[in-house]
C-alpha cells in the first residue's frame, strides 16, 4: 500500500523524513543494534543528506550503528569518477558523519564478473539483516533504482541497459549525453520489495505524471514504481507540482 504524504515544500518535506531516519537510528542504537539504510543518489535526495549531515552537526545524530546499500552505481565507473555513485555519496553524506566507511556499500561499477558481484550484493543485505528503511528517487521512465521498464517483482540486483530517456536528464551532469553510461548495476525491484519500510521522495511538476502513474494505474512491469503498491509499508513524500495529478490525494 501507498501512503501519500504531501507537504507544502521539499524543505518541510526532507526534515519529516530525515527525523523519521533519525529516529529508526536512535532507537536502534538504544537497542544496541545496527539501523540498516537504503540509500538513492540524483539530484532529489540531495537535500534529506543535507539534513542528516545538519543533525549530525547540530543535534549529535550519530551513524556509527548505520549500515548502508545503496541502489545502484554506473557501469565503468570507479569510485574516483566524480559522476560515479560513490563519489557521491562521499561527497553528500559519507564523508560528513561518522560512518564506518567499510559499513558503506555501493554496487561495483567495474565489477569483472557483474554476475557474482551482483549475488555477492544480495548476500551482503541478507547478511546484515536486511534493509530497514529504503530511500528511492523515481525517473520519469518509472525506474527506482535503475530499474528501467520493463521490470517486474521478481528482478534482483544485475547488470542493466539504461533507458535514453534516462541517459538524456542525465546529461546535464556529465556535459554531454554521449559520456553518460549505456548500464548500470541496480538492486532490482525485487529486492526494493524486501526491505521493511519504502520512502519514495519526488519533487516538482516532472515527476507529476510518473508519480500519479505509479499510484494509480494497476502495477505493470511498464511502470516499475508501480509494483511498490504490493509493499506494505510504502510512503510516497511529495511536493505540490508532484503530487498535482493524483486524484486522491
Ligand atoms: P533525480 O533522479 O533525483 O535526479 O530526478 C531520480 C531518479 O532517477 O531516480
Redesign the pocket.
Given at each position: 500500500m501507498i501512503r501519500l504524504h504531501v507537504h507544502p515544500d521539499k524543505a518541510t518535506a526532507v526534515r519529516a523524513v530525515a527525523a523519521d531516519i533519525a529516529g529508526l537510528i536512535r532507537a536502534r542504537a538504544a537497542a544496541g543494534k545496527r539501523a540498516v539504510l537504503g540509500l538513492?543518489t540524483?539530484?532529489?535526495p540531495i537535500p534529506l543528506y543535507a539534513e542528516l549531515v545538519r543533525l549530525h552537526r547540530e543535534e549529535g545524530l550519530s551513524f556509527r550503528n548505520v549500515t548502508t546499500f545503496n541502489l545502484d552505481e554506473y557501469s565503468g565507473l570507479g569510485p574516483d569518477h566524480d559522476q560515479s555513485y560513490r563519489w557521491f555519496m562521499q561527497r553528500q553524506l559519507f564523508d560528513h558523519v561518522d560512518v564506518t566507511p567499510a559499513e558503506t556499500h555501493v554496487p561495483d561499477g567495474l565489477a569483472k564478473d557483474v554476475a557474482a558481484a551482483a549475488a555477492a550484493y544480495e548476500a551482503a543485505i541478507r547478511a546484515a539483516g536486511g534493509i530497514d528503511l529504503q530511500v528511492l528517487?523515481?525517473?520519469r521512465t518509472g525506474?527506482?533504482g535503475f530499474n528501467e521498464p520493463p521490470a517486474g517483482p521478481a528482478t534482483r540486483t544485475r547488470q542493466v541497459h539504461l533507458d535514453e530517456l534516462?541517459r538524456r536528464d542525465n546529461a546535464a551532469f556529465f556535459g554531454d549525453v554521449a559520456k553518460v553510461p549505456r548500464h548500470a548495476v541496480t538492486m532490482g525491484v525485487g529486492t526494493i520489495l524486501d526491505c521493511r519500510r519504502v520512502v519514495l521522495l519526488a519533487w516538482g511538476e516532472g515527476k507529476a505524471d510518473i508519480v500519479r502513474r505509479s499510484v494509480e494505474d494497476a502495477p505493470s512491469d511498464d511502470c516499475p514504481a508501480s509494483w511498490l503498491q504490493r509493499h506494505a509499508a510504502c510512503d510516497f513524500v511529495l511536493d505540490p507540482a508532484a503530487a498535482a495529478r493524483l486524484a486522491r490525494r
Open positions: 538513492a540524483g539530484s532529489t528517487g523515481i525517473g525506474h527506482i534516462t
